[in-house]
């Protein structure tokens, strides 16, 4: 069980909007800033989203996030094939003192 | 080129140990705090350890908590994740993740990932 949850699928066809939500507590997602990872299977996770709503350079537009109280959310926007793949939220738990992860959600393209 | 390269992973029986390392190039190593993340097979991502650019502190998951060391050697551009007394659920493969800047959790370079399966 993953202190961060994340619905473990979505979907949608190309060009579609999806949003993927992620739900934690006042110990992390409530006190602290939230990152999402892109993970394709064999491959390296890849920074999407940091301090919530940052887009790292070369990030597509496409990918935007949000937060609030202790939710947050990754859109992507003009949904492509290459968009399949497992995404991550993550944040420091005061708690915990660590990262915790969700459980991930595995974005299919119909 | 900006990168990490890893190293060290293999089948190894439960009760044994094993070192993993991370080779950095193309960035100041010693300016930044590096992390060690899991991804056992069927599961999600699972933080295992963390250890800040200063090194006074360094934190664990409660799973991996007086098994497993990380350390770093600047003079060699390496960070090392000592595992002792594996066990099946250790098995999974590692990543390697240095931090963007002064947060603690913004991972914005990963290595490659190395194998590491417990079995007898």
């Known amino acids: 069980q993953s202190v961060l949850t994340q619905p473990p699928s979505a979907s949608g066809t190309p060009g579609q909007r999806v949003t993927i939500s992620c739900s934690g507590s006042?110990?992390?997602?409530?006190?602290?800033?939230v990152n999402w990872y892109q993970h394709l299977p064999g491959t390296a996770p890849k920074l999407l989203i940091n301090?919530?709503?940052q887009r790292p350079s070369g990030v597509p537009d496409r990918f935007s996030g949000s937060k609030s109280g202790t939710s947050a959310s990754l859109a992507i926007s003009g949904l492509q094939s290459e968009d399949e793949a497992d995404y991550y939220c993550?944040?420091?738990?005061?708690?915990?003192?660590?990262?915790?992860f969700g459980g991930g959600t595995k974005l299919t393209v119909l | 080129q900006v990168q990490l390269v890893q190293s060290g992973g293999g089948v190894v029986q439960p009760g044994g140990s094993l070192r993993l390392s991370c080779v950095s190039s193309?960035?100041?190593?010693?300016?930044?705090?590096f992390h060690w993340v899991r991804k056992a097979p069927g599961k999600g991502l699972e933080w295992v350890t963390f250890?800040?650019?200063?090194?006074?502190?360094?934190y664990y998951a409660d799973s991996v908590q007086g098994r497993f060391t990380i350390s770093k050697d600047n003079s060699r551009n390496t960070l090392y994740l000592q595992m002792n007394i594996l066990r099946a659920e250790d098995t999974a493969v590692y990543y390697c993740?240095?931090?963007?800047?002064?947060?603690?959790?913004?991972?914005?370079?990963w290595g490659q990932g190395t194998m590491v399966t417990v079995s007898s």
């Open positions: 993740a240095k931090l963007a800047g002064s947060g603690p959790d913004v991972f914005d370079l």
């Open positions: 193309g960035f100041t190593f010693s300016a930044y705090g």
């Open positions: 250890i800040p650019y200063h090194e006074n502190t360094k």
């Open positions: 006042s110990s992390n997602i409530g006190s602290r800033t």
């Open positions: 301090n919530n709503d």
């Open positions: 993550a944040a420091w738990d005061d708690s915990l003192n660590g990262v915790v």
